[in-house]
């Protein structure tokens, strides 16, 4: 026997009798109207526990006088609580509640699994106990203490807190000479923080009791901050703050940018005005919204059998509505029946009909049940990019867009989209940052794919599939009403936000951010 494999055996039999021995863990905090105070906790073999001792002064119980071996009675008012060693039923008055794990009685004192104080508490004591295991609070009595989680992105030009705060709660955010602080209308916070990379704009982000506040610690590479805060499901609020550095350098300006868009320079920081006040002033006139399948091809289907062409039929009508209602925009759909569509067609359309962003709906499908949440596409380059070097090669005549630019003269009818990548990148983006304010989203929530109905688009274009139809729960929430005009919501939004970025001159944007996912070439597939 090595002597890994030794240490390995000897872990396995500690944490199978946990009474081998404890060490000292991470206190819980307890905080009531006005208080807060630490409440120790022991790990044995991994265990997280808490003495019954530390319970016993903490939640005025009483040990009761007539105690048996292997055994413990606690009693408050006329509630009993009994423990039997080595037994993960705790009894409550003559009700059995179970735990994670049974009490350990060590040293001649008793300790319990910290689920004891969710699970068992709440029943004898006189005021609601709370236990928030992500960020260790117990919380007492009938107390405001919302749960705010945290999420960290960062692109070329800023990097954006996104706070859900659930349940919604009144903040605001005063900025410091060297920090943000985001103070809540709160007794307390349930404050879970994400990871910052290696960062030279933020230097932490931490917790303050009192007044309740989270601070964003700032280093003096700080320029400018904005934030925007709009309801999201299940009655949260998002806090998305966006942090951008000091600009350091003013280049001179770019030449005059051609009519048709090209890629800048990431380097150069996209709010300097001079840059925005020479892109051209576009607009956004009308909106191209692709059904996807229809007719013969139903797409994906749910195990209680809805059909993807359903689904997507639906939220474009939703769309085309709230679109033309509030926005005043010409709506195009590619399809306004169950009808089959050739996927080259539905850019056709798009094209023919002058569309200025094309979206095309879809609900995803997986072999994982589990699997679920929105994605959002815009066309992979990489793969078409080598199919433009071919076909320019080859000097096969190919039809081309009329009326175009010069660019566009020289770009085959089906690459329209190679033109627009960038944008379609920034496009995309707008509308990822709209659905998870509302939506569940996938952990890869915006991606490139090869997706053949992009790529004739001639305008700003990305796929949307927004859930996985094969997941019954979100098979059930892709039929509802709430649920599609929660999708709706964000897109409505996101071309909102898109047509304002267009409108101020939108400042280019270069390739992706890395942390954008490729989808694994075993994944792909050509809806
Ligand atoms: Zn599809």
Redesign the pocket.
């Known amino acids: 026997m090595s002597h890994r494999l030794f240490s390995a055996l000897a872990f396995v039999l500690l944490a199978l009798n946990p009474a081998q021995g404890q060490t000292p863990d991470e206190p819980l905090t307890l905080v009531s109207r006005d208080a807060r105070q630490p409440l120790p906790t022991v790990s044995f073999g991994g265990l997280r526990m808490v003495a019954v001792s530390e319970l016993v002064l903490a939640f005025g119980l009483t040990v009761a006088d007539d105690q048996q071996p292997g055994r413990l009675i606690l009693t408050r008012d006329d509630q009993v609580v009994v423990l039997t060693v080595n037994e993960g039923l705790v009894s409550v008055s003559g009700r059995l509640v179970s735990l994670a794990s049974p009490p350990v009685e060590y040293e001649g004192a008793w300790y319990v699994p910290i689920d004891f104080i969710g699970r068992t508490l709440p029943l004898v004591y006189n005021e609601a106990v709370d236990l928030r295991r992500r960020s260790g609070l117990v919380v007492l009595g009938d107390i405001r203490v919302p749960q705010v989680v945290g999420r960290y992105q960062r692109t070329e030009s800023r990097q954006r807190l996104r706070l859900m705060i659930s349940p919604a709660t009144p903040h605001v955010i005063e900025e410091q000479p060297d920090q943000l602080l985001v103070q809540f209308e709160a007794d307390a916070l349930d404050l879970v923080l994400p990871d910052l990379a290696t960062n030279d704009l933020i230097a932490g982000l931490r917790g303050i009791d009192s007044p309740p506040a989270l601070a964003v610690d700032l280093r003096d590479t700080f320029g400018s901050f904005s934030a925007t805060s709009e309801a999201a499901i299940g009655g949260a609020t998002e806090l998305v703050i966006d942090i951008r550095p000091r600009p350091t350098t003013v280049r001179a300006a770019p030449p005059p940018i051609p009519a048709t868009p090209r890629p800048a320079d990431p380097a150069v920081d996209p709010d300097l005005p001079a840059l925005a006040d020479l892109a051209p002033p576009r607009t956004i006139r009308a909106i191209a919204i692709d059904p996807?399948?229809g007719g013969d091809d139903v797409?994906?289907r749910g195990p209680n059998g809805t059909l993807?062409k359903e689904v997507t039929l639906d939220v474009a009508r939703r769309l085309q509505t709230r679109i033309e209602s509030e926005l005043g925009l010409r709506v195009i759909l590619t399809r306004t029946t169950d009808s089959t569509v050739a996927l080259d067609e539905r850019a056709a359309i798009a094209n023919n009909n002058r569309a200025d962003l094309f979206i095309s709906l879809?609900?995803n499908a997986s072999v994982r049940e589990t699997a679920a949440g929105a994605e959002v596409f815009y066309l992979s380059l990489a793969e078409y990019s080598e199919e433009a070097r071919r076909t320019e090669d080859g000097g096969q005549p190919l039809p081309t867009v009329g009326g175009g630019t010069r660019t566009l003269d020289i770009v085959p009818w089906e690459m329209a989209q190679l033109q627009h990548v960038y944008d379609s990148v920034r496009w995309a983006e707008t509308v990822t940052d709209e659905l998870s304010l509302r939506l569940p989203m996938s952990p890869r929530g915006l991606q490139r794919a090869p997706f053949r109905v992009l790529v004739g688009a001639n305008m700003p274009a990305i796929v949307v599939e927004m859930g996985f139809i094969s997941n019954p729960d979100q098979e059930t929430q892709l039929t509802s009403a709430t649920f599609q005009n929660a999708i709706v919501n964000g897109l409505l939004r996101g071309i909102i936000r898109y047509r304002e970025e267009v409108a101020r001159g939108m400042p280019l944007v270069g390739p992706p951010a890395p942390a954008t996912a490729e989808r694994p070439p075993s994944q792909r597939r050509l809806?």
């Open positions: 996807g399948h797409g994906t993807e879809h609900t809806p």
